[in-house]
């Protein structure tokens, strides 16, 4: 009996030791894997956006895990209208709705640039009767990183008027130095919407906290950037 117990030991030594390699060696890297390529290291990545004459802008300040549509869904769901496309009619009529205090809920915001290209979607909420105050964000697409799910960065900031810009002498809107705000009434109406999955956050993510836009502006920020992972879409049966 004795010697039988002391024969299943290398059997049962070598099964340990196999489950071991299974583990370490084989699962735990897999979903370090997919977990990393759920929530992307944005840190190697740019935490400004420029004009397009390379002046810096705006800093990131907030991320969106989500597809496309679910990034428009939540955004609209939370109060928020699509930005229309800058244009001169469209810079023309914002530029009267200013001075005639006419509300526009789709106006058009100014293209600033990430990656080389402009943003690749842009939402506002405005404020009072007047476009020259509103909330307003941009974001850029980065990378698939599940199926159907991307990866978006974008900066959110507050307009509180339309003047001449300070570095170029264009007609544009200038920003509240709180950008950090702004990103946390972004969080907040994703989340009264009931839109947001996971809120995870990005410590450190600027190492400078204060600097200047292309316009001039002050904008000061905590330096930490907001990961949301946005609710998917139901499953069309």
């Known amino acids: 009996m004795t010697h039988r117990r002391l024969g299943s030991w290398p059997c049962f030594a070598l099964a340990l030791a196999g489950l071991y390699y299974l583990v370490a060696y084989v699962i735990v890297p ?31 300040n907030i991320s969106l ?7 428009i869904g939540a955004v609209t769901a939370a109060g928020w209208y699509p930005a229309n496309p800058l244009t001169f009619r469209s810079s023309v009529r914002i530029a009267l709705d200013t001075v005639l205090k006419k509300p526009d809920d789709e106006a058009p915001v100014s ?23 509103r909330h307003h964000v941009r974001v850029w697409r980065i990378e698939e990183v599940d199926e159907g799910r991307v990866a ?4 959110a900031a507050f307009d509180v008027g339309v003047e001449f810009s300070r570095t170029t002498g264009e007609i544009t809107h200038h920003i509240s130095p709180d950008v950090d705000a702004e990103r946390d009434l972004l969080i907040a109406d994703l ?4 839109r947001v999955r996971e809120l995870r956050w990005l410590d450190r993510f600027h190492e400078t906290l204060q600097g200047r836009n292309g316009g ?22």
């Open 30 to 60: 897999r979903l370090w894997k997919r977990h990393e390529r759920k929530h992307p290291d944005l840190r190697d990545g740019p935490t400004l956006t420029h004009t397009a004459s390379g002046i810096p802008g705006d800093p990131l």
């Open 65 to 71: 895990v989500a597809s496309e549509e679910e990034v």
């Open 111 to 133: 293209n600033l640039y990430l990656f080389g290209r402009k943003e690749d979607l842009a939402f506002e909420k405005p404020v009072g009767g007047s476009p020259k105050e």
């Open 152 to 155: 978006w960065i974008g900066s």
């Open 191 to 194: 989340s009264k919407a009931d």
């Open 216 to 237: 001039g502006d002050r904008w000061w920020t905590d330096g930490r950037l907001a990961v949301v992972v946005l609710q998917a879409l139901p499953v069309p049966t």
